[in-house]
């Protein structure tokens, strides 16, 4: 099993533009997050999805979008990309009403 | 916020040493967990501790928590160079069919060979 997924590793951005990142699991779990790191701080939430067709936001959700394509799959969108979005932003997973979190390897984006 | 504090923020010790590291939190909780962060990867969960549990040990790790300080600890006995990460707190509350956790900003730990 691979876990969780991330594509890209890496990114940079021009301040306007968008882009999709993406998150895959394979371990059937019904629930999935996203949270940005920032230099110093811990993991803050982004969205997350409790299961295959709900969505609901976070801690910090202002200028993104997220979508639960299936059961597997979660992805999160910038519109329009900012310098202050630049960070690291980690996909997890989790069984419905799970407390372990299996975290994917994280996305670096730097947004100019 | 229910956000976790780590305290320190850095700890160095030698190899072979124990290390021990506290968590500290504002709010109710079901349950307080500890992830490591290596370098440039995503975080592992390492334990969990829920609210009516006191103490509980997994191989070189034991973590406690005192629920009416709302607080936790992490020792990690017999360091090895190979536990260099970060460590991160976080406390788990239900909240009718969801379940969040909410992240500490974590301790460096640099264990020297």
């Known amino acids: 099993n691979a876990g969780v997924t991330q594509t890209p590793k890496f990114q940079v951005l021009k301040t306007g533009q968008s882009m999709t990142l993406q998150c895959a699991q394979d371990?059937?779990?019904?629930?999935m997050y996203w949270y940005r790191q920032d230099p110093g701080m811990g993991l803050r939430l982004i969205y997350y999805s409790a299961s295959e067709g709900t969505t609901d936001k976070g801690e910090v959700p202002n200028g993104y979008n997220v979508s639960r394509l299936n059961k597997r799959e979660f992805s999160l969108r910038l519109e329009s990309a900012a310098p202050s979005q630049t960070s690291v932003y980690f996909c997890?997973?989790?069984?419905?009403?799970?407390?372990?979190?299996?975290f994917g390897p994280g996305t670096r984006l730097l947004v100019l | 916020s229910q956000q976790g504090e780590e305290d320190p923020q850095a700890l160095s010790i030698q190899e072979g040493e124990n290390a021990t590291m506290n968590c500290s939190y504002k709010?109710?909780?079901?349950?307080l967990q500890w992830y490591r962060q290596n370098s440039g990867r995503g975080l592992v969960h390492l334990i969990l501790?829920?609210?009516?549990?006191r103490e509980k040990h997994s191989g070189r790790l034991r973590v406690t928590l005192d629920t009416s300080k709302k607080s936790s600890s992490l020792l990690i006995t017999a360091s090895r160079a190979a536990d260099t990460a970060s460590y991160f707190c976080?406390?788990?509350?239900?909240?009718?069919?969801?379940?969040?956790?909410?992240f500490g900003k974590g301790t460096l730990l640099t264990v020297n060979p």
């Open positions: 976080a406390t788990g509350l239900s909240g009718g069919s969801n379940y969040k956790l909410t």
């Open positions: 371990m059937n779990h019904n629930s």
């Open positions: 997890a997973s989790s069984e419905v009403g799970g407390e372990t979190q299996y």
């Open positions: 709010t109710s909780i079901n349950n």
């Open positions: 501790i829920r609210s009516n549990e």
